[in-house]
């Protein structure tokens, strides 16, 4: 009998798990693939859901961008939540710029409580390039 862990707990090194699919692809050393999309310039849903329908059983997860073109869109935390409720596996981003602690701490209780898996904290893209958070104090 195999011992499922409850979601959020650790292993035993005390490094916490998503208990996403892609991060157990991602530990077996499985070929996995990613799409990306931008959440929509309004509330509707049905726009987000439309546009990542087809990726459903394609893609492995779905990574959901934050403050695409510096520009207002429906919440990437909103917008992940749409994902996990149509059986898509998100990779919530985080610009971490645009975000105190507190606010960042907020977005992370948020999309635990929401079923969120994954989370891609950035500082800022510049030129092609993303920059990722190495540390949170």
């Not at 292993?11 to 931008?38: D, I, K, M, W, Y």
């Not at 403050?67 to 994902?83: D, N, R």
């Not at 981003?93 to 891609?120: C, E, K, S």
Request: a neutral charge; hydrophobic letters at 45%.
């Amino acid at each position: 009998m195999t011992y499922k862990a409850p979601r959020g707990a650790c292993n035993s090194c005390g490094v916490p798990h998503s208990q996403g699919r892609l991060e157990r692809l991602l530990r077996a050393g499985t070929f996995t693939v990613t799409a990306e999309t931008t959440p929509p310039v309004s509330a509707d849903p049905s726009t987000l859901l439309k546009a990542t329908e087809s990726l459903a059983g394609l893609a492995d997860a779905v990574n959901v961008t934050d403050g695409a073109g510096a520009k207002s869109h429906m919440a990437s935390l909103a917008a992940a939540s749409l994902l996990v409720q149509v059986g898509i596996e998100p990779v919530l981003q985080f610009t971490v710029r645009d975000r105190n602690r507190i606010a960042l701490q907020n977005d992370l209780l948020g999309a635990a409580a929401l079923g969120i898996p994954n989370i891609l904290c950035l500082t800022k893209f510049i030129s092609g390039y993303l920059i990722l958070v190495s540390e949170i104090n």
